[in-house]
């Protein structure tokens, strides 16, 4: 795979046949044929993409797949980013609180399928982590993710209402409002707190409201991924149905 995406060909790969089951110069017009669709489309999401292309032009050996996806990887069309920005509905979820890998990684696959403006956490590293990694299945490469630590998150929370975002938490509290009769603002961001613990007390005296996703059995809570992509969801929901 060339740094442009294409393929040049190496030892015991031959452009008549061998281990890719046909020719590099069929191979290449398959990812031509990605780039020419990426170019072209509007809302669908890249694992379609790539499943039309293999209905167009199927592969026909383990080998050819993962040549084509690192292809894919390594080409950097500047189309997917273009997509990818311009897609993207102006809700930040903010994850700095949770420290567990797995809640982590869902919740930048979450926030990349529901093309979430950014994803929130207290270290960026934590994309490089193999299990992060395993659970996002490659989220983290079409998603911004910045790092505030939660000594910051106060003066980043002030910054973003003044940047015109409302402050909502998801959180059992007393004046909390049930997740379904939120009418969400265009422009949310959306705080998760500790696995367990919640949103500390400083930092729901600076949001403007709390959500709660009603329950109906006995345990008190659920698991801080599941209720981010429950209020994600119904975020998402709300602004399409909107528009």
């Not at 293999?54 to 292809?71: F, G, I, N, Q, R």
């Not at 997509?83 to 903010?94: A, G, N, T």
């Not at 996703?213 to 929901?237: C, D, M, W």
Request: proline share 5%.
């Amino acid at each position: 795979v060339t740094k442009d995406g294409g393929l040049s060909e190496g030892p015991g790969k031959s452009s008549t046949g061998g281990p890719l089951g046909g020719s590099l110069g069929g191979f290449q017009q398959k990812i031509d044929t990605y780039r020419a669709m990426v170019t072209s489309v509007q809302g669908s999401d890249k694992s379609s993409l790539l499943d039309n292309i293999y209905e167009m032009t199927p592969v026909t050996s383990d080998a050819e797949e993962a040549l084509l996806m690192k292809a894919v990887e390594n080409s950097q069309v500047a189309s997917v980013g273009q997509y990818s920005q311009s897609s993207k509905s102006p809700l930040i979820v903010i994850a700095s609180l949770i420290d567990k890998v797995p809640n982590l990684a869902g919740l930048a696959r979450t926030c990349e399928i529901f093309q979430a403006e950014a994803l929130v956490v207290s270290n960026a590293n934590v994309v490089k982590d193999n299990e992060f990694q395993q659970i996002s299945v490659t989220a983290e490469k079409w998603l911004p993710i910045a790092e505030v630590q939660e000594a910051q998150l106060g003066p980043y929370l002030e910054r973003k209402r003044a940047e015109g975002y409302a402050l909502v938490g998801l959180e059992q509290t007393t004046t909390s409002v049930p997740l379904v009769e939120y009418k969400f603002p265009e422009r949310t961001v959306l705080m998760l707190g500790r696995e367990k613990e919640g949103i500390p007390v400083n930092l729901i005296h600076l949001l403007d409201a709390c959500v709660e996703i009603p329950q109906f059995g006995i345990i008190r809570s659920l698991n801080v991924h599941v209720s981010a992509a429950v209020a994600v969801y119904e975020y998402t929901k709300q602004c399409r149905c909107r528009q």
